[in-house]
């Protein structure tokens, strides 16, 4: 019995002369996110994308991949028929015999795009209806909240029967909303903003910091872990890691104790923005909550946007602890996020560091320290490896 995964578009439905382009993006991700896992053919039609197994697949992979694949509303597999009710009829109880064994309501509903088949959708809906009640004589019908929605689609080129669907990742495809780089740690937050912002098809570069002797190889190495996991969501990600020893060393030597984590932060968005534009970038993300520690009040992150000549996203500015770490269990980054491996952020951390910087102080300190003349350095000595 031939099985094939139906997909339901989401924002694309509404991109008007656009559409083609999100839905060709679409589809090249949904080959990408199924590399090594069979040949497929992926076409599109009547607002549906069919993802044809070419062969023998592990259909519940396939499916899970699909669903962390952004731009789809919702997706179901679905048995293939003749377009003849005798096909449909053979085929309808065998392939829902899983979902309807232990189910007590159902009802069917068919949709009928092809309107020279025989039968019209109601016609359609009470045969193969009549027919599971007498296969599954413990059943009985529920028009208005059935256990199991079975569906009977006549198109053009086939039939399909399919029992419920599956809610899909939403958002639009990545790689339609432009490039950006995320400045990624190893905490909880900055992987949620990765995944939120690829979730509005933006294509991510990871820019990491690293410090070493202060910071482990094992730190990098969760960052990476992390990155994997995200990137199940967007797609590979080039991961930049930056030289941050000398510069971080330098602030503790020459600037004020209660100024070290705002001027660290500014240095990262010179950085930062340097970097991203080598690689397209033309915007910078972070994961920076208003009020959440003394660097992310408005006045802080005034200072640090200073810094910056592109634009900075910050996905969760007005949400609080509880609701990231949500996001963040649900795409599976929680347990490696709490992982206790350091990261350039935590290394000489002031203890009274000032919430309400004055631009123009930091400023003063930023030059008498001469710490742009350490930019360039550091950014020639990057290390660049794609994380998939």
Known sequence: ?????????????????????????????????????????????????????????????????????????????????????????????????????????????????????????????????????????????????????VTVEIRDFG???????????????????GNAAILISGGIDSPVAAYMLAKRGVKLTAIHFASPPYTSERAEDKVKRLLMKVSRYAGPIEMITVPFTKIQETIKDRCDEELFTIIMRRMMMKISCIIAKKYDCTALITGESLGQVASQTITAIACTDDASDMPVFRPLIGMDKEEIVQISRKIDTFETSIEPYEDCCTVFTPKHPRTKPVLKFVRYAEEDARLDELIEDAVENVKAVTVR
């Open 1 to 149: 019995m031939k099985e094939i995964v139906l997909i339901k578009l989401g924002e694309i439905a509404l991109k008007g002369l656009n559409r083609f382009s999100f839905e060709d993006a679409l589809k090249k991700n949904i080959k990408s996110a199924l590399y090594g896992a069979g040949y497929f053919k992926v076409k599109i039609a009547q607002s549906t994308i069919f993802v044809i197994p070419q062969g023998e697949v592990d259909m519940d992979e396939v499916c899970d991949r699909i669903s962390r694949v952004f731009g789809i509303v919702s997706f179901s597999r679905a048995c293939v028929c003749e377009k003849d009710m005798n096909d449909i009829y053979a085929k309808a109880p065998e392939y829902l015999e899983d979902a309807l064994r232990f189910a007590k309501t159902f009802k069917v509903e068919a949709k009928r795009s092809d309107k020279k088949f025989p039968l019209k959708s109601p016609e359609i809906s009470r045969e193969v209806g009549a027919l599971l009640l007498e296969k599954f004589p413990h059943l009985k019908v529920d028009v208005h909240n059935p256990q199991v929605k």
């Open 159 to 177: 039939a399909y029967i399919r029992a419920g669907a599956e809610k899909g990742a939403g958002g639009i495809p990545v790689g339609t909303g």
